[in-house]
């Protein structure tokens, strides 16, 4: 009785809680078990350093969409409006952030990733395909989620293609798409509008012209 008890322990705690998951990043299955623990522990510093080149680009990009904002801002805008349109457009975040790494760690909310069971389970390795050089992976979860990992030869270790892994990343990161496009509406209406007053003006000089020679 006591043996049975302990294997149903032994068989929670690896459905659960990972126990006995291969975690070494050597490994693709064990690269992403490891991010993935890294994810729920909330340890963003450690899934960041577990994270493809491609994917620490994609952020550095980002960042430099806040600062083109933030110059957009500087140039365009009246000086009083600088303060309150940076903290519309997120630019404001140029000031604390230097480089995408500072960015994923900024807007990355750990302690609002999921932790149900169910969740747990599905994230489990279903199977592991390597390609033919042996330098990218991809790891078919049981709830069907696909990781694609690419392998680092130089520091001997497999990385998580974090973007082009996770689709929901696009919609997470809308909030700057909408913020960039609303600021070059403000943009084009305050040259329209500055425009116009500009014809306007002209439109009457050239009126008080002909009066004056009449």
């Given at each position: ?6 294997g149903i322990a032994l068989l929670l705690c ?155 990343l696009g919609t997470a990161m809308g909030w ?22 500009r014809e306007s003006l002209i439109a009457e ?10």
């Amino acid at each position: 009785m006591r043996t049975r008890i302990i294997g149903i322990a032994l068989l929670l705690c690896f459905l659960l809680t990972g126990c006995g998951k291969k975690l070494d990043p050597s490994d693709p299955e064990g690269a992403f078990n490891l991010f993935w623990q890294h994810m729920m522990d909330g340890q963003s510093e450690a899934m960041w350093d577990l994270m493809a080149p491609s994917s620490h680009e994609y952020f550095d990009q980002q960042l430099e969409r806040l600062h083109q904002m933030d110059e957009k801002i500087g140039r365009y805008l009246p000086p009083t409006d600088h303060t309150l349109a940076r903290k519309q457009a997120g630019s404001i975040l140029t000031d604390e952030i230097k480089d995408g790494r500072g960015l994923f760690l900024k807007i990355f909310k750990p302690a609002e990733v999921p932790k149900e069971e169910a969740i747990q389970v599905g994230m489990q390795v279903e199977q592991v395909t390597m390609s033919e050089d042996q330098k990218s992976a991809a790891v078919l979860t049981r709830g069907g989620q696909k990781v694609l990992l690419t392998y680092d030869q130089e520091n001997e270790k497999w990385e998580v293609m974090f973007v082009e892994s996770f689709a929901e990343l696009g919609t997470a990161m809308g909030w700057l798409e909408s913020n960039e496009t609303a600021l070059d509406q403000t943009i084009e209406d305050l040259i329209s509008e500055e425009r116009r007053e500009r014809e306007s003006l002209i439109a009457e000089l050239m009126g008080y012209e002909e009066e004056s020679a009449n």
